[in-house]
């Protein structure tokens, strides 16, 4: 999280904070835990309220920023989500919210004031089936035909895919992307819930099977997408990461917390210079991981020319050092760490799935050698 | 200030300095770790060369950019700092003069230094007449800095210095240094140090040049007998030389990311931008290969998140929103992270990092890079004392069990044999 928010940003970090421990503490968590959507409409309508869903959102269309950074403030959401492990489709909502208000086409005010109010709830269908679970291998085929385009294909895993109101589908129409806004229930999409680790997170599988449309429901140009789609990624990678150093800062303090209580042998863990050094390694990673997440969401705010590369590096990092930190919390708490009782697992469920979301660790490391080939000219 | 320089007009006015009066270097390899690629002639040549770089910086009013104007320096900020590096990327810059001398050495004698002090060493080391190094590390123990076994002894206005100091990179070559000495072998180790200033070539300084196990003879020993230094060279209170050194490692600690220090963007020093190992892969034909790009990638992330970190840690502990103890988590994360590229190289070298030839380009020598690995977890305070200073410091973990706290110095269990 950013070391020195303004006082404005901090003022709304610590209202989201509030929220969140208000509607969604860990009981609650657990309760939902077998609910089919994973989290009630009031709590999401509350949240945006705040603005959880409006600071990608142009001022023209009634969204807008706190620190006139828009991603930079909802990293601070992010940020809060995964110290709380809270429900709720924060991600993918604001890349359908941006989208729609970056394209700006009137006709779909009434959809983002929606998105904007908490009413209503969008999602994005990116991801397909392996082998085209990679960031660029979009293979979904939108066709036009007359007046309308035409949808085949299938996505996953598509976040809270059952309770979407709508839909954004990034598909391929000959090269290039096309996006389309797919109400949900439109003819020829079917829905298949997928299990999780997540405690309150749900996916589905979105079958596309000739799904018809006017050609208006197109976002952008068809076949011209992909530069927002790229931005897409950006906007996805970024909410993920300070979501998972919110999670590991969670995970880490209760860790601490509980070397300093734990006694054994009549003295506490904490006494143990062996395990002070592993804490010492979670601290760094800890550090770095604030540090990276901050800095590509910056760049990436600012559109800055290496936001790509510092996400893939945010990404990559803290998808296989988070992960290693949080396997080290359930290791010094021993078998306590592994059970439902514990509240480790919330972040643990958490930072899990956000490293194999957008990109595994292994695939942001092949894009920053391809960012390291363009350095060297040696493509 | 109000007529701060503007960071564009600076920019300019660098830009055209580096351009008209310093040669590009070419970007070799890099990643190579105290290879003894120079003889003692050519490492001399070089030294001259650095001075007379530092000096040419000095004179068009780009040396010491975050020291105080009194001193010689031009008081500007850690901003202007950085994009003189930003300019220098590319070009020669005064590599040895930096650490130790800009930071710590410099960075302790202005923050301990009497006026006097700082008038006669800053400026003359903002001029490259004075090279620096620390006096710290001791044969009997590198981590226990406070336990050295250098001692001075008073004798009227002089003080006389007896020990030996070791690990100082090119003393040889270098002319001052600051040094801990023990002066009270009655109390606890931490409240007998006082901390002196001396020059190198003065009668009783005797320095040799250890071979390390790759030929690199730039690690020396020194061996000081019956050295005399005035107590107006003494720096900070007679006792209180903890209080000194505290400080004197968190500069040693904060290492490239000082304001003090100069380092081109891309260098890699510790991190730095550019890659090491895609030269590597180039030159084994492998460029193309997915594991080997797993790889590149791998130092990719690392190094641009260790620039982000080590921003971070400045930001954090010159704001106060960290305490100054968390430069350890940059030197953990730096020294273990050198570790990891060079080992990534190695891997990437396949058999020739076993054998190669003198034609095998940036193949050669990994072999022995990797063997020096360690050095980056070692020099400056080893890795496992960042972890002690982590937990204990940071983290506010019991501290570990010490036999010398509350005991007189003198009555401290030694090594039987301190180890040259």
């Known amino acids: 999280m950013l070391l020195t928010p303004d006082s404005d940003q901090e003022l709304f970090r610590e209202t989201t904070a509030k929220l969140l421990n208000e509607h969604v503490p860990v009981g609650e968590l657990r309760r939902l835990r077998d609910d089919p959507v994973g989290f009630d409409d009031e709590y999401w309508r509350r949240g945006a309220d705040l603005g959880w869903t409006s600071l990608l959102v142009s001022e023209e269309h009634g969204g807008g920023s706190i620190s006139g950074q828009g991603l930079v403030d909802l990293s601070l959401v992010a940020y809060e989500f995964g110290r709380h492990a809270a429900p709720g489709p924060l991600a993918v909502s604001n890349v359908v919210a941006a989208t729609l208000s970056d394209h700006g086409d009137p006709k779909n005010e009434p959809v983002l004031h929606q998105l904007m109010s908490g009413e209503s709830i969008a999602t994005w269908c990116f991801g397909e089936p392996q082998p085209n679970d990679q960031l660029a291998s979009v293979s979904l085929d939108v066709r036009v035909d007359g007046d309308d385009v035409v949808l085949n294909g299938v996505k996953r895993p598509v976040e809270s895919g059952q309770r979407a109101d709508y839909l954004l589908v990034t598909g391929r129409t000959g090269e290039g992307h096309t996006q389309v806004l797919v109400p949900a229930g439109t003819a020829g999409v079917s829905v298949t819930a997928l299990h999780t680790v997540d405690l309150t997170r749900r996916f589905s599988i979105v079958s596309f099977d000739d799904v018809r449309l006017p050609a208006s429901a197109v976002i952008g140009e068809v076949g011209g997408a992909i530069g927002q789609v790229k931005w897409q990624v950006d906007i996805a990678v970024a909410i993920l990461c300070a979501e998972s150093v919110g999670a590991m800062q969670a995970a880490f303090d209760m860790t601490v917390e509980w070397a300093f209580d734990r006694h054994s042998f009549g003295r506490p863990l904490a006494s143990y210079q062996a395990l002070k050094h592993r804490f010492a390694d979670m601290k760094t990673w800890l550090e770095a991981s604030h540090a990276i997440s901050d800095a590509a969401t910056i760049a990436a705010a600012t559109r800055s020319p290496d936001a790509e590369e510092l996400l893939s590096a945010a990404k990559a990092f803290i998808g296989d050092y988070g992960t290693e930190l949080m396997q080290d919390c359930v290791q010094l708490h021993g078998g306590i760490g592994l059970t439902f009782e514990h509240d480790l697992h919330l972040y643990f469920r958490r930072q899990t799935v956000n490293r194999a979301l957008y990109g595994t660790p292994a695939e942001h490391r092949q894009r920053l050698a391809d960012a390291t080939d363009r350095d060297k000219g040696a493509a | 200030m109000s007529d701060e320089e503007d960071l564009e007009s600076f920019r300019q006015r660098a830009r055209t300095f580096v351009r008209s009066e310093l040669r590009p270097v070419a970007p070799h390899g890099s990643g190579g770790i105290l290879r003894p690629d120079l003889t003692d002639q050519e490492e001399l040549a070089a030294v001259a060369r650095e001075r007379e770089v530092q000096r040419k910086l000095f004179d ?75 006096f710290l590390s001791e044969p009997g123990g590198g981590s226990d800095v406070a336990g050295a076994l250098t001692s001075a002894v008073r004798d009227g206005d002089e003080w006389v210095l007896n020990g030996s100091k070791i690990w100082t990179t090119g003393a040889w070559w270098s002319d001052w240094a600051l040094c801990l000495a023990r002066t009270n072998w009655d109390v606890p180790k931490h409240r007998g140090l006082t901390v002196f200033v001396l020059p190198l070539r003065r009668e009783g300084i005797e320095v040799h040049r250890i071979e390390m196990l790759n030929g690199s003879k730039e690690f020396c020993q020194e061996f000081l007998t019956d050295v005399r230094v005035h107590d107006t060279d003494r720096i900070g209170q007679v006792d209180e030389g903890w209080t000194v050194g505290t400080r004197w490692m968190f500069h040693e600690r904060m290492l490239t990311n000082s304001p003090l220090v100069t380092l081109p963007a891309g260098n890699s020093h510790g991190g730095g931008g550019a890659s090491s190992v895609h030269g590597i892969a180039r030159d084994s034909g492998r460029l193309h290969d997915p594991y080997i790009r797993d790889l590149i990638g791998e130092e990719r992330m690392l190094r641009l998140v260790g620039n982000e970190l080590r921003r971070r840690i400045g930001e954090g502990t010159s704001s106060g929103a960290m305490p100054d103890q968390s430069a350890a988590i940059g030197r953990l994360f730096s020294g273990i992270t050198s570790a990891r590229i060079t080992t990534i190289g190695f891997e990437i070298s396949g058999s020739a990092g076993a054998a190669w030839s003198d034609d095998d380009g940036e193949l050669a020598q990994r072999g022995g890079d990797f063997l020096m690995r360690q050095v980056s977890c070692i020099g400056g305070g080893t890795t496992e004392m960042a972890r002690n200073v982590i937990s204990e410091r940071v983290l506010g973990m019991p501290r570990e069990r010490a036999l010398d706290r509350d005991v007189a110095f003198r009555d401290v269990p030694r090594s039987a044999s301190p180890r040259p």
């Open chain 2, 60 to 134: 068009a009013g780009l040396a010491g950019i975050c020291f105080p104007r009194d001193y010689g320096g031009q008081g500007l900020t850690h901003a202007h700092q950085r994009v003189l590096n930003e300019e220098l990327s590319g070009y020669e810059y005064p590599a040895r003069i930096q650490a130790p001398t800009f930071s710590p050495c410099a960075a302790v004698l202005l923050d301990f230094g009497t006026e006097d002090q700082k008038q006669r060493h800053i400026p003359a080391i903002l001029k490259g007449d004075e090279i620096w190094m620390q």
